[in-house]
């Protein structure tokens, strides 16, 4: 197995992106202390470069410098590991990549992933390449939804519905009816409770410290829900990645 | 398959005469249609240092010269030939090949001919086309406007830009596309083809550590000079020449080969072409009959 490439995007803020980000990159990090390499584009500051400050690069993706920094990166990890001679199934030393793409820079990143042909070079540089689409339930979102997953051919996509966010199904107006595609929904985030969502927020909080069994001070119903969000999280990606 | 010469020039210097006949000599090597090149600009052409093994360097206005590139014209291995015109030397060799008489074979159909005229954002450029209107009768005159630098035609108002095209007969317009610059200069400093640079090959033929991304917009970029050059009627030429003869089972010694500078082409990528914008027509400028001798230095206009 080659490097994972974990893609988080929307098209609207405030639907978990974020969050899903921090998942994937505490997962990664029981794989291998150092991992995974991470990429926010969000130059404002205020993305997953919060939470994990040291392991993640800073890309402003309207700079040519800073794109060839993340695609370039991401490249050479495949490249480095053949020229010391290790073999593509040595999970261990292959580092994974986290990508938190910024809304305001949905329509970019994407321009780039075609223009560049960087899903070609990741199938021919052993990258498992995984795009999170976190769908905003509203008419246009659904829309852009579909737009990104006509242009994936061979990476995975997955269209995420976030349960916290907006929770009541979008209704179309008659005059929308055609207008809606079906986007079939790969991954849904559960909602969580106040309290545990309040507790994941902080900064302090790791999801690989919880898995690997501090705060013990927790409660048990608090536990379960986390193990439940990850469970889900998970499996669903795991599963998805197998077929 | 018909011979064809293809002259790219510009009077005004820097509008991108050498990129333009690098992107053609590209085009042409990965549509497996070989070529050969001479640069004009002597005694030092930055065409060669792209393309060292297809091209010579030669002064137009040296007799000799002249029997290099134009005496060979029917006889060469390889069907194309680019010519890169130096700065400031267009209307001047248009000239010698008027009063050579490489006009009129073009006319008598002996082989096609085609100019790739450059042209820079400024009025001075429009001026250039007047002044080679009396030239272009019977051969393909492409107005190349080169964006490869994101060059903003600002001079180009459309009334202006109307009145100057309307003196123009069958000329076809072209664009060639803007290139990331980082990725440009990359290239250039590279000193490999475009098209090795995208197959991340040095100039020897060996792999390289190109970017990933700047190969990638070369890529792009590439894709979107084809849609450009494969409606230009000279261009459909060639590659219909070199399907039939890919198609022809007798004689497969025959099959081009697209190499341009020793590395191998790579194949044709898919895309959609968008149509080269014809101009509005011009009355025919006439045009004296001339014998074909070698002028010299000078001796033209």
């Known amino acids: 197995m080659g490097s994972i490439v974990h893609i988080i995007c929307s098209d609207t803020a405030r639907t978990g992106k974020t969050l899903l980000a921090r998942v994937f990159a505490d997962l990664s990090s029981l794989r291998r202390e150092d991992n995974p390499v991470i990429f926010d584009t969000d130059i404002s500051g205020n993305g997953i470069v919060t939470y994990f400050p040291k392991k993640t690069r800073m890309i402003d993706l309207s700079k040519v410098a800073d794109q060839v920094t993340l695609f370039d990166t991401m490249m050479e990890a495949h490249e480095k590991r053949v020229a010391t001679g290790d073999q593509i199934g040595d999970a261990a030393r292959v580092p994974d990549f986290v990508v938190d793409v910024a809304t305001s820079d949905l329509t970019r990143f994407f321009d780039m992933y075609r223009d560049i042909g960087f899903e070609k070079g990741a199938e021919e540089a052993h990258l498992d390449v995984r795009i999170y689409y976190m769908i905003s339930w509203t008419l246009k979102s659904l829309q852009r939804t579909e737009q990104i997953q006509n242009l994936i051919n061979n990476s995975r996509f997955f269209a995420v519905r976030n349960m916290a966010v907006e929770a009541f199904p979008f209704t179309p107006q008659p005059h929308e009816a055609d207008l809606v595609p079906d986007i079939n929904i790969s991954l849904f985030l559960n909602a969580l409770s106040t309290s545990v969502f309040g507790m994941i927020n902080e900064k302090s909080f790791s999801f690989a410290r919880f898995i690997s069994g501090e705060y013990k001070s927790l409660l048990r119903p608090e536990k379960a829900e986390i193990w439940e969000f990850l469970e889900e999280i998970h499996n669903r990606t795991n599963q998805q990645a197998v077929c | ?301």
Do not use: C
Request: zero cysteines; charged letters at 25%.
């Open chain 2, 1 to 301: 398959m018909k011979h064809t010469l293809i002259l790219v020039g510009a009077d005004k210097g820097g509008v991108g005469k050498t990129t333009t006949s690098r992107a053609l000599l590209d085009f042409l090597a990965r549509k497996n249609i070989m070529a050969r090149a001479f640069d004009t600009e002597n005694p030092r052409g930055t065409l060669q240092r792209f393309y060292p093994g297809i091209t010579e360097i030669i002064d137009l206005h040296n007799v000799a010269d002249q029997m290099k590139l134009l005496d060979t014209i029917e006889t060469a291995p390889v069907k194309v030939t680019v010519v890169d015109l130096k700065a400031g030397n267009l209307s001047s060799a248009l000239e010698i090949f008027r009063h050579i008489g490489v006009l009129d074979a073009a006319a008598a159909g002996d082989f096609d001919l085609g100019l790739v005229h450059v042209v820079g954002p400024s009025i001075a450029s429009l001026d250039e086309m007047n002044e080679v209107t009396e030239y272009i009768k019977d051969m393909t005159y492409v107005v190349a406007k080169n964006f490869i630098n994101e060059t903003n035609f600002f001079e180009w108002d459309d009334q202006t830009y109307q009145k100057y095209f309307a003196k123009l007969q069958d000329a076809r317009e072209i664009e060639i596309p803007k290139l990331n610059e980082m990725a440009y200069e990359q290239v250039d400093l590279s000193g490999v083809t475009f098209s090795d640079f995208v197959a991340n090959r040095n100039a020897t033929g060996q792999g390289d550590n190109f970017s990933f991304v700047l190969r990638g917009y070369v890529r792009k970029w590439q894709s979107d000079l084809d849609a450009e050059l494969e409606n230009l009627q000279l261009i459909k030429n060639l590659l219909g020449a070199r399907a039939s003869v890919a198609q022809a089972p007798a004689n497969p010694a025959q099959a081009p080969v697209g190499s341009t500078n020793g590395a191998s082409a790579k194949p044709a990528e898919a895309k959609t072409a968008a149509a080269a914008k014809p101009v509005p027509a011009r009355p025919a400028a006439p045009k004296p009959a001339q014998a074909r001798t070698p002028v010299a230095a000078g001796s033209a206009k």
